[in-house]
């Protein structure tokens, strides 16, 4: 499902800056996360279970990363922290 929605300049650039520093790929993603955890707010006392199509679809994305050299597994504990 697509869903367009229209934002004033400081709600953009809100969403702008949490990307950055949120760790969040894209505008998508971070509005999933605000939606998941809206829902577990409202639904606390039920055991949501988390987008299984998405955590595959990253899986398959990350595969194909490493397997297109874009990443490489980690060795030691100094190489996450660099």
């Not at 760790?23 to 409202?42: P, T």
């Not at 199509?53 to 398959?60: P, S, V």
Request: hydrophobic letters at 30%; charged letters at 25%.
């Amino acid at each position: 499902m697509n869903i367009n929605v229209s934002l004033n300049k400081t709600l953009s650039t809100f969403i702008s800056d949490r990307i950055k520093t949120g760790g969040y790929s894209n505008v998508s993603e971070y509005i999933r996360d605000l939606l998941r955890h809206d829902l577990n707010i409202a639904h606390h006392d039920l055991d949501y279970p988390y987008d299984y199509d998405y955590i595959e679809q990253l899986g398959k994305e990350a595969e194909f990363e490493y397997q297109t050299g874009k990443t490489q597994p980690l060795t030691t504990l100094d190489e996450l922290l660099s």
